[in-house]
């Protein structure tokens, strides 16, 4: 159970320093494989997860892998250590609070899986 004040939120980590899109789908697959090692199991997910893509800016036309996990704080931050040991010291990892609203599917998914009504 999480401390008291540190209830499940949206969580973004971010990916940087993908050259292409093929490279950062192509880190998907490991990173869901550290999230869920045993796809096949009864649900809910420790740590409901979700990925989209991102570009850098108008300057780097890099991709930028972003997997959102809806969690503690401090589960987040662990997820993130985990992330960062799997892609490597190249690439910047960067953890912070996510909206919500860009992420429905995987709100939807926490509530189904939890059973919560109205958290969000």
Known sequence: MPPPGDEPR?????????PSL????????????LLCPDPDH???????WSFTLAGEGEEDDSTVLVL??????E?????ADRVRTLVGETRRIV??????????????QYR???GLRGTF
Not at 10 to 18: A, F, K, V
Not at 42 to 48: L, Q, R, S, T, W
Not at 75 to 79: G, I, K
């Open 10 to 18: 949206l969580y973004e980590i971010r990916i940087h320093g993908c």
């Open 22 to 33: 093929e490279e950062a789908l192509a880190l998907q697959a490991p990173i869901e494989h």
């Open 42 to 48: 009864a649900p809910p997910c420790d740590v409901p």
């Open 68 to 73: 959102g996990v809806l969690t503690s704080s």
């Open 75 to 79: 589960q987040a931050a662990q997820v």
């Open 95 to 108: 953890l912070s609070e996510g909206e919500p609203e860009e992420w429905e599917e995987l709100v939807e």
């Open 112 to 114: 189904f899986e939890e």
